[in-house]
């Protein structure tokens, strides 16, 4: 079976009857899969949190959970990929009762032993090239493959929806715009700083992972980043810069991110979206010509509101 990705693709075997593993890893080797197995449903549903498999199967042998328990966790659980098909297999004859319980916990598909996984592979070869073609589509159009943060275009997608509940609700609203630097040099007891390329992932992962729930962080560029802060004043906008700043120190003590990093950052903030006449893509513009005028240099905080900005 032919996918639309350069890697094989994965399955996932969740079974404590070594035979039944055995031939089940056989079937889906010999279909060009590559098959990790595991006896336990709970090391089965760690996997699939990890690792990005196109297949789970899950048979009602397993002793530390039932199968519909291990469907249950992945339909209900925000840390699973819902779309991945989950396959329960089942050492009894097929029964109507306990077909129609694996659907509502969320199977994609219950068999009998001797299973027939021939009917599934017909179905998985339409479903897998769907949700890759799915998969490609919006990693292009509106995240970033590299650094998984919003592209452009996703964020003017999205400033559009956020901007909306933020008129209807009277709520406050900021963007910042963030050109991090590396250090490249010191000179005595002051740093030189520099914008590269170099560790621009690791540094987006931070902003990422530190940012909250409610933030959409993105691309303004190749080298630039912006954060659309729903319900942030001016003063919110200011502790966010001097939060993840904090971060990416630590990130920096701790080696997960090669040396230190200093944010340049620029802001644009209102106390009411509604009562202020602008949108939320020209908050963007203004917090992008505010980081224009942070300073390249020195060793204090370089953060500029565009309130502060010069009048011309």
């Known amino acids: 079976m032919q996918l639309p990705v350069e890697r094989p693709p994965l399955a996932l075997i969740a079974c404590s009857d070594d035979w039944m593993s055995r031939a089940l890893e056989s079937v889906f ?18 996997l699939a949190r990890l690792a990005n498999h196109d297949l789970l199967v899950v048979d009602e042998s397993l002793s530390d959970m039932t199968a519909l328990d291990v469907c249950s966790a992945i339909r209900d659980g ?12 089942s050492p009894t004859p097929a029964d109507p009762r306990a077909r129609m319980a694996a659907f509502t916990a969320g199977a994609w598909e219950y068999c009998s032993h001797p299973v027939d996984l021939e009917p599934v592979f017909i179905k998985l070869q339409t479903f897998v090239r769907a949700r890759g073609e799915i998969a490609i589509a919006r990693s ?20 559009g ?23 490249d040099r010191e000179i005595g007891s002051s740093m030189l700083w520099k914008e590269s390329a170099s560790g621009f992932a690791d540094v987006a992962h931070v902003l990422r992972e530190q940012s909250r729930q409610s933030d959409v962080v993105g691309h303004a560029d190749d080298m630039r980043l912006v954060i ?27 080696k997960a991110i090669g040396g230190n990093v200093r944010l340049r950052a620029g802001y644009s903030a209102v106390s009411d979206l509604a009562m202020s006449k602008i949108n939320v893509a020209e908050l ?29």
């Open 78 to 89: 925000a840390r699973f990929d819902h779309s991945i098909p989950i396959v329960i297999t």
């Open 161 to 183: 929806k956020l901007g909306a509940r933020a008129l209807r609700k009277h709520e406050p609203f900021a963007c910042v715009a963030f050109a991090p630097q590396v250090m």
């Open 29 to 46: 080797q010999q279909r060009g899969y590559v098959v990790a197995h595991t006896r336990s449903g709970a090391q089965g549903l760690e």
């Open 140 to 159: 292009e159009d509106f995240v970033n493959a590299t650094t998984g943060l919003y592209t452009s275009f996703g964020l003017r997608q999205l400033a």
């Open 228 to 254: 659309l802060a729903p319900d942030t004043d001016a003063e919110g906008a200011r502790l966010l810069v001097a939060r993840l700043q904090r971060e990416l120190n630590r990130a920096a003590k701790n």
């Open 284 to 312: 963007v513009h203004r917090a992008e010509s505010a980081l224009d005028h942070a300073p390249l240099q020195g060793d204090g905080d370089a953060i500029v509101s565009f309130d502060d900005l010069p009048i011309f």
